[in-house]
T-cell receptor, first 114, second 110 residues
Framework: NAGVTQTPKFRVLKTGQSMTLLCAQD?????MYWYRQDPGMGLRLIHYSVGEGTTAKGEVPDGYNVSRLKKQNFLLGLESAAPSQTSVYFC?????????????FGPGTRLTVT | EDQVTQSPEALRLQEGESSSLNCSYT??????LFWYRQDPGKGPEFLFT???AGEEKEKERLKATLTKKESFLHITAPKPEDSATYLCAVPKTGANNLFFGTGTRLTVIP
């Protein structure tokens, strides 16, 4: 039981390049989330999904897109990376909505945009 | 406006020196308060959920308590392995996500 896994662990992009971050969970959770963590800012929600085929915007969605084609996977895409997107990205999942149940986090992806 | 404030930002303790971390919050209709531990280079690890004032939960050397305005994470006789950043979070009012504080970075010195 691996829990929540993320790939890649590290990535360096040049401004304007694109990439996709992959999150996978094996806990059969309905809800999945993408956060970014920046120094002094705390974790901020980018997008989330309440089930296969559904996605919704969080607090800081601009510049990102997501897809949830399979229940166990949640993809985060950057179409045209900007230096402001340099951050650590965390995926999380939960049985039900965040207010009712705890979220379980992956190990993170450290992204640097130069 | 929803607000979660954690204090202190950083705390250094000698091994065995007990202390408390604070998380004060402002949300409409609390639907739970969550504590997480985060080690450097890793994702947050769930510790506790508290739902109502007066509730307490314990895990090894950690005890979390909740009042109507704040939560405390009490650390009794800490060990160096308790060194980490401790985060608290509450569900945002009318939203489906957690609102995180910026954390308290705890260092326990042998």
């Amino acid at each position: 039981n691996a829990g929540v896994t993320q790939t890649p662990k590290f990535r360096v992009l040049k401004t304007g390049q694109s990439m996709t971050l992959l999150c996978a969970q094996d806990m059969n959770h309905e809800y999945m989330y993408w956060y970014r963590q920046d120094p002094g800012m705390g974790l901020r929600l980018i997008h989330y999904s309440v089930g296969e085929g559904t996605t919704a915007k969080g607090e800081v969605p601009d510049g990102y897109n997501v897809s949830r084609l399979k229940k166990q996977n949640f993809l985060l895409g950057l179409e045209s990376a900007a230096p402001s997107q340099t951050s650590v990205y965390f995926c999380a999942s939960s049985v039900a909505i965040a207010g009712a149940n705890e979220q379980y986090f992956g190990p993170g992806t450290r992204l640097t945009v130069t | 406006e929803d607000q979660v404030t954690q204090s202190p930002e950083a705390l250094r303790l000698q091994e065995g020196e007990s202390s408390s971390l604070n998380c004060s919050y402002t949300v409409s209709g609390l639907r739970g308060l969550f504590w997480y531990r985060q080690d450097p280079g890793k994702g947050p690890e769930f510790l506790f959920t508290l739902y109502s004032a007066g509730e307490e939960k314990e895990k090894e050397r950690l005890k979390a308590t909740l009042t109507k305005k704040e939560s405390f994470l009490h650390i009794t006789a800490p060990k160096p392995e308790d060194s980490a950043t401790y985060l608290c979070a509450v569900p945002k009012t009318g939203a489906n996500n957690l609102f995180f504080g910026t954390g308290t970075r705890l260092t326990v010195i042998p």
